[in-house]
């Protein structure tokens, strides 16, 4: 992979453009064609903290991720991505960080997550451990 020489910063932020943060869900596999951008902005809102990675030249979301919480005890770090062509450059390692420190800063620190397959090595190095015993479930209703 080429390394791409970048300056970016974080930004917690309320909105972004929404065909950014589209690509980005795209890019992480999780868009379906069924899903509204509209939606987008109650997606933004409806979070704890919202934060994208920007290019600082292009101004271009090139990341983002964002923490869902009860804003007391408990938090989780939910669509951590990377544009492809930016990752295996410690982006994400810089952005999974802000996201810690901005549930630290509000006094919560039970944080939970659930890593896509072959991702697990990522998050134990940044602190992340298994929880034995526990199983993630997704609820799916019978029909």
């Known amino acids: 992979m080429n390394k791409i020489n970048i300056e970016i910063s974080i930004k917690f932020v309320d909105s972004w453009p ?3 943060i589209v690509e980005l869900y795209k890019a992480g596999l ?18 704890f903290a919202f934060a994208v990675v920007v290019d ?8 983002m991720g964002r923490i869902i919480s ?18 295996g450059q410690g982006i994400g390692k810089q952005l999974l960080t802000a996201l810690l420190e901005r549930c630290s ?16 090595g ?3 190095r940044l602190g992340f451990k298994q929880m034995e015993k ?9 029909d």
Do not use: H, N
Request: proline share 5%.
């Open 18 to 20: 929404k065909d950014e």
């Open 30 to 47: 999780w868009w379906k064609d069924t899903y509204d951008p509209s939606g987008i902005d109650s997606l933004i809102e409806g979070s």
């Open 56 to 63: 600082k030249k292009s101004g271009k979301a090139i990341g």
């Open 70 to 87: 009860d804003g007391i005890s408990d938090a989780y770090i939910q669509d951590l991505v990377i544009l492809p062509e930016y990752r």
């Open 105 to 120: 800063s509000q006094g919560i620190l039970w944080i939970g997550l659930i890593a896509e397959p072959d991702q697990d």
């Open 122 to 124: 990522f998050y134990s």
């Open 134 to 142: 526990y199983v993630p479930m997704k609820y799916e209703k019978e």
